[in-house]
């Protein structure tokens, strides 16, 4: 059974930085793309930034030089390193692993830019 389980969340200061891991179970990881996506209260959930199977890297304009998304395929993880947090990053993020018509989900961690 598929599985991703978030971690790094948390509360940090505008200005700060977190990093948020992703660990998968449960599925052949190394084919799937992965991203990460947030939801704001009151908001529609939206792509933060992506890496393909093939580790090809893609960002929301937003995060653009500020986010970084990498992947590890011998440890099953996938990692956003979030740099220059601003209050309007504050959002609970969500792993996603998708395969054609597969589509996994995590339970998602909060992060709040808050001073």
């Known amino acids: 059974q598929a599985q991703l389980v978030e971690s790094g969340g948390g509360l940090v200061q505008p200005g700060g930085s977190l990093r948020l891991s992703c660990a998968a179970s449960?599925?052949?990881?190394?084919?799937?793309?992965m991203g990460w996506y947030r939801q704001a209260p009151g908001k529609e959930r939206e792509l933060v930034a992506a890496v393909t199977d093939g580790g090809h890297p893609n960002y929301a304009d937003s995060v653009k030089g500020r986010f970084t998304i990498s992947r590890d395929n011998a440890k099953n993880t996938v990692n956003l390193q979030m740099n220059s947090l601003k209050p309007e990053d504050t959002a609970v993020y969500y792993c996603?692993?998708?395969?054609?018509?597969?589509?996994?989900w995590g339970q998602g961690t909060q992060v709040t830019v808050s001073s």
């Open positions: 996603n692993a998708r395969r054609r018509y597969y589509d996994y």
């Open positions: 449960g599925i052949m990881f190394s084919i799937y793309d």
